[in-house]
């Protein structure tokens, strides 16, 4: 398989790094110390036209593969995941379910002021009693004068205290015995909604700037006109569209080890003037060896999961493969890194004790690496 990128794929690169550069870099130090969400950058997104990167031209999109999508995702790592990841969630983890599902009136309503940055989505899955068994959620919404009535809440909302939409995963027939997955449906709340209301942000390890909220439904009334697509169907729409939001996280690990190898390259060279055992420097040495190649790999496997959902595949364990493989480099790459680093490296003014904290969280986001290993082994026959 060909990886080389189009001339096209490398002008948005540099697009996104030039947003980048001139948007997130100035404001990670004030993200880290005050944990703030900026809906500025988020906005700025918008007017650099990254929100809607995989959303057709017709509704004001930018009508790329999901290999620009990758490649954003990546970028946007390299730099501060915890600023980005409000983007991200929004261009590549909702934007994309709309486009698939809504009908003329919601692509009116929501999705092109959406991919102009006027409004910010986010959605609505994980719940205190249903994480990564996405079929056992508990949240209800039943029919009541034209209306959905929804009880419930959900937990760990990436953009949940900020978001003017709110595409929330609800039960919307009894569950069986089993599961819930032919009875789940999706709906869009709105901000300002009687009966919903958010929490606090959520204080976390890392991804400082980032909202993370958790959400409540008490008789929460939305017009039966809100939901997206049909009623029930939710659980297979939610399993088909992870397949683009894992590459974009599986992406997004291979930003951040790309970012720690870089800088570990630069105080592996500082440090190479100040050793006179060469041994010593060998094991560094060695160590930036194995970083470049699992970078790499990881980067391929990216690439060519995305290749292939751009040629209309599907890629449950390609998806799988890629999230599972770049999360843990990313987290195997910041851990040695750290020891390159020595006492530096635990310092606040030094990048990597952010991609450290950073990292971490790439394992568990958008399916454990235990899920991935699932998802692949069921694939496998086993």
Request: charged share 25%; net charge neutral; glycine share 10%.
């Amino acid at each position: 398989m060909n990886f080389e990128l189009t001339d096209g794929q490398e002008r948005f690169r540099e697009e996104v790094r030039d947003f980048l550069g001139r948007e997130v870099l100035p404001k990670i130090g004030e993200a880290e110390e005050h944990d703030q969400f900026s809906i500025e950058i988020f906005r700025k997104g918008g007017d650099y036209g990254l929100l809607g990167v995989l959303c057709p031209r017709e509704y004001g999109g930018r009508g790329l593969d999901n290999i620009c999508g990758a490649i954003m995702g990546e970028e946007m790592g390299r730099v501060s995941i915890g600023i980005c990841i409000t983007i991200l969630v929004h261009a590549m983890g909702v934007l994309p379910i709309f486009v698939q599902l809504a009908n003329q009136e919601q692509i009116r309503k929501f999705v092109i002021p959406a991919i102009r940055g006027q409004k910010l989505m986010a959605i609505g899955m994980t719940e205190p009693n249903a994480g990564s068994d996405f079929g056992g959620i508990e949240t209800t919404a039943r029919h009541e004068n034209g209306q959905f009535v929804i009880n419930g809440s959900k937990i760990f909302i990436t953009n949940g205290n900020h978001a003017d939409l709110l595409l929330a995963a609800v039960v919307t027939r009894e569950k069986t015995k089993v599961h819930n997955k032919k009875g789940i449906s999706l709906i869009v709340v709105e901000k300002g909604t009687p009966g919903f209301s958010s929490s606090r942000q959520i204080e976390k390890l890392g991804w400082r700037g980032s909202d993370t909220a958790e959400l409540y439904f008490d008789d929460c009334r939305v017009p039966q006109q809100n939901i997206l697509g049909e009623e029930n169907q939710g659980y297979f729409y939610i399993m088909e569209i992870l397949d683009i939001s894992r590459i974009t996280f599986a992406a997004v690990s291979v930003g951040i080890v790309q970012g720690t190898f870089e800088e570990s390259l630069r105080i592996a060279r500082e440090k190479k003037k100040l050793m006179v055992s060469f041994n010593n420097y060998q094991g560094i040495r060695f160590v930036l060896a194995d970083m470049a190649t699992r970078v790499e790999a990881a980067r391929k496997l990216v690439y060519w999961a995305a290749r292939l959902k751009d040629q209309g595949m599907k890629v449950s364990i390609q998806s799988s493969m890629a999230k599972l493989f770049a999360s843990e480099v990313a987290n195997w790459g910041v851990r040695n890194a750290l020891q390159i680093y020595g006492q530096r490296g635990m310092l606040k003014e030094y990048s990597i004790e952010r991609y450290f904290r950073d990292a971490r969280a790439m394992t568990i986001a958008e399916g454990t690496s235990e899920i991935q290993r699932e998802i692949i082994a069921k694939q496998l026959g086993l």
